[in-house]
């Protein structure tokens, strides 16, 4: 079974304090991505990443960064923050073949205070 | 980004079909799929079509996609209320590994 986890399911934080949301996936994908999740909203891209040290920004790059550092892990990176970014994320991973399902973590629900 | 557009809420009783729908704008996908999320969990994929087809059946869920209009409809026979969850429709990007999601339809099965 594929298996995709967060690091945390619930997050609180406060204003201007930098957070590390991080995901892991167990099986050797190439293609792992972040998005956010508001209701009403749907799911929104935030970045991606197609291998190791590369990444790729989405529709909502803005406030975030990511890193991707070891092909089964990808973090993403609040620098600063704000309370706008309460949210639910989630992260998911494909291999790139032909329907490329993409997997998903269970979300992180991150409230900033 | 694309847009895929769904409606919000859908309410049906136990026993009866369920119809979600959804528009999409990207005449190059490739591939599309529906997506369930339940209460407190990531999204689990339901089931997808090749948009060289018309219709896809799996046990309960019938998928029809109407290329020419850009709608894709999920059927559900027989709903359950272990069938309430959110309902996501998603496009793959042509050649590309992006997927675009509509902002889900939440559906609710009253006993």
């Known amino acids: 079974d594929v298996k995709v986890t967060q690091s945390s399911r619930y997050l609180v934080k406060r204003t201007g304090e930098k957070v590390f949301l991080e995901c892991v996936q167990d099986m050797d994908h190439e293609n792992m991505f972040w998005y956010r999740q508001d209701p009403g909203l749907g799911l929104r891209l935030i970045y991606f990443?197609?291998?190791?040290?590369?990444?790729e920004k989405g529709d909502i790059p803005e406030g975030y960064s990511v890193s991707r550092e070891k092909k089964e892990r990808f973090s993403l990176i609040l620098e600063s923050a704000s309370t706008n970014q309460t949210s639910m994320y989630l992260c998911?991973?494909?291999?790139?073949?032909?329907?490329?399902?993409?997997?998903f973590g269970p979300g992180t629900r991150l409230t900033v205070l | 980004g694309e847009d895929v557009e769904q409606s919000l809420f859908l309410s049906v009783r136990e026993g009866d079909s369920s119809v979600i729908n959804c528009t999409y704008t990207?005449?190059?996908?490739?591939?599309l799929y529906w997506y369930k999320q339940e209460p407190g969990a990531g999204l689990q994929l339901l089931t997808y079509i090749f948009s060289n087809m018309d219709m896809k059946q799996d046990q309960r869920l019938t998928v029809l996609l109407n290329k020419k209009d850009k709608h894709l409809s999920l059927r559900i026979a027989d709903t359950q209320t272990g069938d309430s969850a959110i309902y996501f429709c998603?496009?793959?990007?042509?050649?590309?590994?992006?997927?675009?999601f509509g902002s889900g339809t939440k559906l609710n099965v009253k006993p």
């Open positions: 998603a496009e793959r990007e042509y050649n590309f590994n992006k997927f675009y």
């Open positions: 990443s197609y291998d190791v040290k590369m990444k």
């Open positions: 990207d005449s190059s996908s490739t591939y």
């Open positions: 998911a991973s494909s291999s790139g073949g032909s329907y490329n399902e993409q997997f």
